[in-house]
């Protein structure tokens, strides 16, 4: 089925600290998946992306590792920063279908100084 | 300048109203769409316009009709507005491609 789950709802993580976020997807046909931060009171806003094709895709300070062999995804965060607290999103796109795009429950990142 | 804007921020009114969300891109996106986000923080997609035609229905009730008066607008009317339609609403854009959606800032909707 369509589904997106993330194994842990809350992390948090002192400053300065790396921080990983998992994600779990059903879809083994699914080619592209985006990650997303959230702030309270705002839209989603795009991290990194991922094709299929690639098993990992570095941004700054940001690392995607997807694994399509358990269907699994993560978020590394390289020197975790206050400014990093938000709901993290994983999301799989089904750019055969319209280009919806299917949302995990979310993670909310909690920076501690 | 904002790429994807939302009006109004906030609505709040009573059951069994009518009320519209209005959405704009600037960024000449061919695809836009609507997600709802409940209290939950669960993220689902509504509706997806191409090129002002409808390409994505999320079994959302019938009360809900978007509207596309061009490619860089699309809105949202409700009628006979529920209590379980409080919910934040997200409009988002993209190229057609399997690119990126820009998302804009909600529209935090309160119906008592």
């Known amino acids: 089925g369509e589904s997106v789950g993330l194994h842990l709802p809350t992390l948090s993580v002192q400053e300065g600290d790396n921080s990983i976020i998992n994600c779990a997807y059903s879809n083994s046909a699914s080619d592209y998946f985006i990650w997303y931060k959230q702030e309270s009171g705002k839209g989603p806003q795009f991290i990194i992306d991922i094709r299929s094709n690639m098993d990992k895709r570095q941004g700054q300070r940001v690392t995607v590792l997807l694994n399509k062999t358990v269907k699994h995804l993560s978020l590394q965060i390289a020197a975790t920063q206050p400014g990093d607290s938000a709901v993290y999103f994983c999301a799989e796109n089904f750019y055969n279908q319209g280009g919806k795009l299917i949302f995990g429950q979310g993670t909310e990142l909690s920076v501690k100084p | 300048d904002t790429a994807v804007s939302q009006t109004p921020k906030y609505l709040v009114t009573q059951m069994g109203n009518d009320k519209s969300i209005k959405c704009e891109q600037n960024?000449?996106?061919?695809?836009m769409y609507w997600y709802k986000q409940d209290s939950k923080k669960f993220l689902k997609i509504m509706f997806s316009?191409?090129?002002?035609?409808?390409?994505i229905n999320e079994t959302v009730p019938n009360r809900f009709s978007p509207k596309s008066p061009d490619k860089a607008h699309l809105n949202l009317h409700i009628n006979s507005l529920e209590l379980g339609d409080s919910a934040v609403y997200f409009c988002?854009?993209?190229?057609?491609?399997?690119?990126?959606?820009?998302f804009g800032p909600g529209t935090r909707l309160t119906v008592t």
């Open positions: 988002a854009s993209s190229q057609t491609r399997p690119y990126e959606q820009y």
């Open positions: 316009y191409n090129n002002k035609e409808l390409i």
């Open positions: 960024l000449g996106h061919d695809t």
